[in-house]
Every structure is written in C-alpha cells, then in structure tokens.
C-alpha cells in the first residue's frame, strides 16, 4: 500500500465523528470474538458514499493497538486506502503499535521503512520504540539490530524509553555485555535517575552481577539523599519522572567498578568505593530519617544473612538504611528461589518483630515455595492473610500441589478463597482444574453411571466459568480433559471432545499435537475399545501429515476387522484430501459416504466449508449449503462463519447478509412450522428488543449450553440493526430458492 499525504493539517481528533457509534459497534463485536460481525461493519463504512477521514476510523485503530489486534487493524487500514482516506502520524503510530504488540515485525518493519522513504513524514522516535519494545515480547534481536540500523539512517537518535526496550531484549538475551554497553552510552548522553538506575538495578540483578548492580543502588541511594527528583505515577500505576526527556551529559563520568581519575575525590567517587559512606550520610543532616544504626537490625534477619553469606546483602546493611518491607520483599524472593522456604520464614518472622507488615507478594512467594514441597498446611495458611492479589499464580502452585497429592478436597477450598476474593482465573488454573475434579473414581475403580454423570457435570460446570471470562482450552487443559473421560470410561464423550478440539485448533496457529492423541488412543486401550474409533483417529492423524495412502491403508485394515467407515472417517479422509487441493475427489468422496448411508454430521460438512472459504470456492460452499439443507443438518457458527466469510471475501455484501439471516434461522429450527410459534417470543425479548438487557438475555443462552441459538440471535439482532428486514420464513428467501434451484437435482454430481 502506498502512503499518502494531502498536505492538510492536522486532523481534528477532539471532534466527534461522524460514524463514532458504528466504531463502537465494531468494537464491541470484537471484544465479543464476533470477527465476521465486525469486518462486515468495517466493510458498511467503507461502502459509505460520502468523504470519509482518519476520524471516522481512529477509535477502531486505538482498540486494536490496546488490545492487541494487528489482523483486524491491517484490515482497517486497507479499507482506509480503498477509499483515499488520508492518514497521518496518529494512524502509523497506532497501526505499528498494534502490529508490534501482536508480534507481526516484519509488517510493521517494512511500514517503518515506508514513512522513512515518504519526505511529507519525519521519522517518528515513538514508532521505533514500539517497534523495539516487540523485539523483546519475542526475543527477536535480529529485528532490533535491524530497527537500530534504520534509526542510525533516519538520523532519529534514542531517548531513555529505547534504552529501557534495548535493556529488556539483553535481560531477556541473557546478554550482560550488552547491558554494560547500554550503561556506557546512556550516561554518556543522560544523566542518571530514580527510574533509570532502578532499571538498571533490576537489569544487573537478573543477570547475577551483583556488584554493578550493589554500585548501581547506590549511584540511586545517592540522588535519594540528594532530594532533586519528583517521581509520580501514571494512571496505570507506572513509576515516571516529571523531569524533560532532554539529553544532558553526567557531570562525571560514572562507570561501574571504576570511577575517573578527576572525580576521585568527589562525593559520588567516595559513595561507589563505599568506604565513604558514614562520612556521606553525616554531611546531609537532613536525611537522617532515612538510616539508623546498624545495632537495630534484629538478629533473625542477620541469622539468614550469615547463613547465606551473601557480601552483597550485607552491604545493604552497611548503607546505614533501615530496611522496608519493599527490601525483605525482595530479598524473599531471591532467599525462596535459591533456598526454599523455610529461610524465607525466618525473614517473615523477623519482619513481625519490626512490626513490618508483609507485602501481598511476599506472601504469595512463601507460599510458593510452600507448595513446591507440598507443605499444603503452611501454604494455605499464608495464602488465607493474602488480602488482594493480581494474579492467580500462587494459588495455581497450590492447585498443583493438591493435584501431586490427590487431595482434591483442599483444593475446593482454595477456589472458595479465590472466589471470595474476586481473583480470576488464567488458564493454568482451569488445566490443574481438569486434572483434579475431570474423574471420580479413578484410579480407584472403574467408572459407572453414576460417576459418570457427575464427571459430565464437573466439566460442564468448569467450561461454563471458562466461558464466563473468556478463556478457550489450551492444548494442555484439552488433554487433561480428555484424560479424566478416559479414565471414567466415557468413550462416546471422548471423541466429541476430540473433534470438538481438533476443530478448535484448526483455526489457530498450531495443530492438535501427537500428545493429545496419544492421550486418546491410550484411553480407548485401557478401556478396551480398540474400535472403529481408534482406527478413526489413528486416520486422523494422517491429516496432519497429508498422507492419504496411509489413511486408505487404515481404512482397510478397519473394514478388515470388521469396522465400517462413519462420518468421522469420511471427515478425516475429505480433510486430508482439502489440504492437497483435490475438492474433486473430496467431493466424490463425500458422495459415496451419503449414498453408503453415513449419518452425516455438521463436522463433516464444515470441513469441505472450510476448504472451499479458504480457496474462494463460492459455487462449492453453495453446494454444500444446499446438501446439508437437504439432509437437515442444522448449520452451527462455524458453517455461519465460513459461508458469510466467503462472500465477504468477494465483496457480495447483501449476499453474505442474506445468507447469514438464512442460516441463523435453520441454526434455530429447519422447519418453518416451529419457526413461526417461536417468532413473537424470540423477536420481543432478543431481536427486536430495545432495553438495555436484551444482549444480556442472548448471552445468558451462552451459559445454558444453548450456543448455536444464541449466536443465531446475536447474528439476527445485528442484521435488523443495519436495517434489514428479518424475515421467518428462510426457504422462501431468493438466495435460498437459487441454491435450491441449482443444487437440488445434482445429488451425487462434484461440481468441477
């Protein structure tokens, strides 16, 4: 894409937009995961008559460079270039920000490389530092010798957040030289401050060079006591100095493990050999609260201080500073990882004595290494004073530990404390959940009736909170999963839950792993199943591969045994013959199943859907809209999602509603009579409503099991918002009637 400049000045942000509310339309459907919905009003707005400008686009590009969502903000940015919209240093900065955020460098290089080569744009330092700050998400340090290259060519120079970017790539690079080396050259240009040596710090400390980190603390004990800094907090709660981010020279040259010849004698000379310290301190009458006597310190902390023979820590001692719960915090940390947790006890206590209440993290790490040797009583106490927490680590530690154990009883309680406490989950929290609640009577004794209901339940029961914050299964929460339904001896659940995983992760970036059918297969073994159902995955398989000779030669090994094909096997066959590109043949195939009578299922269909959108195949996803209609297999989101897709794709904007109305009606019923006796109730309370719940109410259906009529809804309730006219009887729509006029009498005939 080409970049434009009008020449106009700048745009006037502050006003309202003209299409502000479609902006937010389209961002919610995002924050919803209804993508299709979301490109289809991006489109609406691109088809608009009249001038467009950045504006009408900008709260679109802030959402995705937030969140982060490069896809649909490289969408957004064509549609703006379809239609000559000018865009100007906000728009690059936010698309940049967005494609680095979500790991697509190369894109955001080569736009980089664009504006630098376009003279009506200066190059901006804030891109590149968006730019390096995605280097370090990735540990991509090609990509930022490359930004650092182009930046030396642009003439942009570097401020103290492009140090802050290159510090975090060499900690996460383990590269100590290069950290030395930033040091070198940010003095040479800054000076030093709060922030900046507190990164510093953290920086050498990672790195285990204790000592230029012990020189930097106090190059930053020194400006302490020296009192000319002002640090404030961002809204966020990020630590920033209200001084101007202007390039000014140290007055002396600070190196770490030397000090120049001139400066020898200075203040800040004496303060890094350290020997100087006393006399420092009693120069500056006005800090004395900020030390006391080393006398003071409580014999617990320098118990574990001796017992660690740490020089460094004790020279924390030497300071002359009292030390603060922020101190033992992390020296509790560093205690805990190296030690255990018994030394980080002995902290605590020696904290209690100094009446130092303990951070909430401090705590969380005790328990931590608590839970690591499976002390469950020690751990659960500590987790109990934790008042408020940011994230779920400490009590996933505990999860995994009950699940070491098999004391599952513990962990209910701990999930009670989580909820009291209004802690989300993550999704390591609901993999350990799989693990501990997925069966119940394994490895006791075999599962029955009973307990398999209540396995049905439990996982029921975990998914539905999964749903409530929007968390999908992980590869790993996927296999415990299946795991705990092998052991009850619930075969039939087993497989959906396969394909319903095998479906999930087609659309991603990595593919159901060897593991995860392992998992199965050893199941289907323990429960003496070698059936038709381990022949059908070990068919599976071979799509992974592409390998249909092997996937034939399984067949007939089944057919051998006496196992006939099912629609899962037709599945499995079509999908590998989709990843060569043959449609023929998988279309053949699919006939043969239909006439060999196979129960065909929605997957089956889904599958040749997803091909034929990936390829633009539009007259094969007729065709098989068509077929399924005919054989009344209710379309699901996926077969909504594939079909609009497709038409979006070729820009059949009116066709893709139609279809979607379509299908959101056969999602809800195939046949009209029902239709119609569910028309007033559906369109009073969801489509049509207009108070502030309805979209609640369709949601709710979420938790009910009832997805494919709650997204039928949501699709329904969207289209009579854009004006369309819903109406209940889908078959007599004209794009209906067409695909039953083309399709209906070629039963049995591939379309080529």
């Known amino acids: 894409m080409q970049i434009r400049s009008s020449g106009h000045g700048s745009l006037r942000y502050g006003a309202e937009p003209i299409l502000r509310s479609v902006q937010m339309q389209i961002v919610n459907a995002l924050r919803l995961g209804a993508r299709s919905v979301a490109s289809s009003l991006l489109s609406d707005i691109g088809h608009r008559n009249h001038s467009l400008t950045a504006s009408d686009f900008i709260y679109i590009l802030e959402y995705c460079a937030r969140s982060p969502d490069p896809l649909f903000g490289m969408e957004t940015w ?18 940049i920000r967005a494609l680095c955020k979500g790991g697509y460098l190369d894109e955001a290089f080569n736009l980089m ?17 968006n730019f390096l700050g995605g280097c370090a998400r990735i540990h991509s340090v090609n990509h930022a010798n490359e930004c650092l290259d182009l930046m030396e060519r642009r003439m942009v120079g570097k401020n103290e957040i492009t140090y802050t970017e290159l510090l975090k790539l060499a900690v996460l690079e383990q590269n100590l030289s290069a950290v030395h080396e930033i040091w070198k050259e940010y003095i040479k240009y800054y000076s030093l401050s709060i922030i900046s040596l507190r990164k510093f710090v953290w920086s050498f400390t990672r790195l285990r060079d204790l000592e230029a980190a012990y020189e930097s603390l106090q190059h930053m004990v020194d400006l302490a006591f020296r009192g000319c800094f002002i640090i404030c907090k961002t809204a966020e709660g990020k630590l920033f100095t209200s001084r101007l981010d202007i390039p000014i020279p140290s007055s002396c040259e600070l190196g770490l493990h030397r000090c120049s010849k001139e400066n020898e004698d200075s203040e800040l000379s004496g303060f890094v050999n350290g020997k100087k310290m006393e006399t420092f301190v009693s120069n500056h009458e006005q800090v004395s609260t900020f030390f006391t006597g080393r006398n003071e310190v409580d014999n617990a902390g320098l118990s574990v201080l001796r017992k660690h023979n740490s020089a460094f820590v ?58 690591k040797a499976l002390e469950l009583d020690l751990a659960e106490a500590l987790l109990d004073q934790i008042s408020k927490s940011p994230h779920a680590h400490a009590y996933n530690a505990f999860l995994e530990a009950c699940d070491t154990l098999d004391q599952p009883e513990r962990a209910v309680r701990i999930l009670a404390r989580m909820k009291e406490m209004k802690l989300q989950p993550d999704i390591r929290t609901y993999e350990l959940l799989f693990s501990l609640f997925g069966n119940v009577n394994a490895p006791y004794e075999e599962g029955n009736m009973l307990s398999q209901v209540d396995v049905a339940k439990r996982i029921n029961a975990i998914e539905m909170d999964m749903v409530k914050y929007s968390i999908q299964h992980s590869h790993s929460s996927m296999k415990n999963l299946l795991k705990a339904l092998g052991a009850e001896g619930m075969v039939r659940e087993l497989i959906q839950y396969l394909r319903v995983a095998e479906n999930q992760f087609s659309r991603g970036y990595s593919c159901l792993g060897t593991p995860t059918y ?52 037709y599945t499995s066959l079509i999908k590998i013959l989709l990843g060569n590109g043959d449609f023929d043949e998988a279309l053949n195939l699919l006939d043969q199943g239909i006439m060999e009578g196979i129960q065909s299922d ?8 997803q091909g034929a959108c990936e390829k633009g195949r539009i007259d094969i996803i007729e065709l098989i809209v068509e077929r399924m209609h005919q054989k009344n297999v209710q379309p699901d989101p996926s077969t909504c999602y594939f079909v609009f897709s497709a038409y979006i794709d070729h820009d059949y904007i009116s066709t893709a509603m139609e279809a979607l109305q379509v299908l959101s009606m056969r999602m809800i019923s195939e046949e009209d009579g029902i239709l119609e006796e569910k028309r007033t109730e559906l369109e009073e309370s969801f489509i049509l409503a207009e108070d502030l719940e309805a979209e609640s109410r369709i949601l709710k259906l979420f938790r ?18 854009l004006g369309f006219e819903i109406s209940w009887l889908p078959n007599r729509s004209l794009w209906a009637k067409r695909l039953s006029s083309n399709y209906s009498s070629r039963e049995g005939v591939a379309v080529r």
């Open 314 to 371: 004790m020279k924390m001692w030497n300071l002359g500073m009292e030390p603060s719960c922020s101190t033992y915090d992390g020296f509790i940390r560093a205690v805990v990882f190296e030690r255990g947790f018994h030394d980080g006890i002995e902290l605590l206590k020696a904290m209690q004595q100094k009446n130092l209440k303990p951070y909430d993290s401090t705590l969380a790490t005790i328990a931590i290494g608590c839970c």
């Open 602 to 609: 929605v997957l089956l269909f889904n599958t040749i859907l």
């Open 518 to 569: 392992n998992t199965v297969l050893h199941s289907l073994v323990e429960a003496k199943e070698v059936d038709a159902a381990t022949y059908n995955i070990m068919i599976d398989c071979c799509s992974i591969i592409r390998c249909f000779k092997s996937a034939c030669a399984l067949v007939s090994m089944m057919v051998r045994d006496g196992f006939s094909p099912q629609a899962v096997t």
């Open 704 to 721: 009910d099991s009832q997805e494919n009529l709650a997204v039928s809804l949501l699709y329904l309730r969207w289209c009579a918002t």
């Open 78 to 95: 064509r549609i703006m270039g379809e239609k000559d919209v000018y865009l100007d240093e906000k728009c690059y900065l936010l698309i």
């Open 113 to 129: 490389n664009i504006l630098g080569e376009n003279h009506d744009f200066h190059p901006i330092l804030l891109m590149y530092n």
